[in-house]
């Protein structure tokens, strides 16, 4: 039996839980499941509403429990899973923490259940092993006219453009492995899902989304409303960029992209479409990150932290080991080089997709010229 955060479970932990595990519960996913109980007891507080909520991928059956037990506002669970032993064990688990009412155990195949149900929950999880792609289209159907949706992603290979024909097949754009691939990644992701949820008139508005170790996490609020869908599609469009001096820009699908640098003058290559806008909301993170402190989960709230600040800052980060390669010089420290772009009167900021990395709204060639004249000074 191991203990997650004061919820029992009967199961002894894998090293590595591969997907033939009977019963798949995953470690190094605590992380993941303590943001995401904060990020739903805030939407259930901002919404004023009792949550119908699905865990459609359950395994162990930890997420609905644990939202179960600590969310407040919620009508009912319902934990499923296709494979019999989860279910067995979900089951078990429940007896454990001595939760008999208000949860629903299913052991159905996840696409079935979420279409049978149609817009029968305020919020659904989708926790995967791999892409959670083909299980987008059946939780749009599933979801009420206003909801919450937490979904992620393990198969970054394909996200970040290791395997790009992968990412098109699954996701449909077209990637390639950059620097900042991470980044990329999630905004792909954060693109299908609109896609998907649009198809049925629903707009996704992302809330809280971050990557973190193997995988990535997005979570976001959706709404019913063609209006609203058609809005946001302006933040749906491609990234052009130059691989010679690392300039960036983010290009709406209407408008036409610089087939040269405007910096260097070589010639540029785009990648896309993906989600060009923000990422995440400042309010809500904040909110989040308070929850999370009131428990004491301090890895969280410093991840939620470095979230919050550099949410506004929409252009793809800059990794400092790869701004040393372009000048040809050993990389600077990243905390010194983000003081001196502020010197001059930008924005900037470290990044959770990297250690090594900065959000900055100062333009390649000022961080290129600083990072040249804190090498000559040294």
């Not at 059956?61 to 600590?70: M, S």
């Not at 989304?209 to 491609?238: D, P, Q, W």
Request: aromatic content about 8%.
């Amino acid at each position: 039996m191991i203990e997650e955060r004061g919820t029992k479970l009967d199961i002894e932990a894998e090293d590595e839980p591969t997907k033939e595990s009977k019963v798949f519960y995953n470690n190094e996913m605590v992380l993941n499941r303590d943001i995401s109980v904060s990020a739903l007891k805030v939407y259930s507080e901002d919404q004023k509403v009792d949550l119908k909520v699905l865990d459609a991928l359950a395994g162990t059956g930890i997420r609905g429990i644990r939202y179960f037990r600590e969310v407040p506002d919620i009508e009912k669970v319902t934990i499923n899973d296709s494979k019999p032993d989860a279910f067995e064990n979900i089951k078990k688990n429940l007896e454990l923490n001595s939760l008999k009412t208000k949860v629903e155990v299913t052991s159905r195949d996840a696409n079935l259940l979420m279409s049978e149900r149609r817009k029968g929950f305020h919020y659904i999880d989708l926790d995967p092993f791999g892409s959670p792609a083909r299980f987008i289209d059946s939780a749009a159907r599933s979801l009420k006219h206003d909801s919450f949706i937490g979904i992620t992603a393990t198969d970054l290979a394909a996200l970040c453009g290791t395997y790009r024909k992968t990412c098109r097949r699954k996701y449909g754009s077209w990637v390639q492995n950059l620097p900042y691939h991470h980044e990329v990644g999630i905004r792909v992701l954060i693109k299908s899902v609109f896609d998907a949820l649009a198809v049925h008139n629903k707009v996704f508005d992302p809330k809280l989304c971050y990557a973190e170790r193997h995988y990535y996490r997005i979570m976001g609020e959706v709404r019913e409303t063609k209006k609203g869908v058609n809005r946001s599609l302006k933040n749906i469009g491609f990234l052009s960029f130059c691989s010679g001096c690392g300039y960036r820009k983010f290009s709406g699908e209407k408008e036409r992209v610089m087939r040269e640098c405007p910096n260097c003058e070589q010639d540029t290559r785009k990648i896309g479409p993906l989600w060009t806008g923000k990422i995440g909301r400042k309010n809500f993170i904040e909110k989040v990150r308070k929850s999370l402190k009131e428990k004491k989960l301090n890895e969280a709230v410093e991840l939620t932290k470095m979230l919050e600040k550099e949410m506004d800052i929409k252009k793809p980060f800059y990794d400092t080991h790869n701004i040393g390669k372009i000048t040809g010089q050993p990389a600077v420290s990243r905390d010194k080089l983000i003081k001196k772009i502020e010197d001059k009167g930008y924005n900037a900021e470290r990044t959770h997709f990297s250690p090594t990395g900065i959000k900055t709204s100062a333009p390649i060639e000022d961080i290129l010229s600083i990072s040249k004249e804190m090498n000559r000074k040294k």
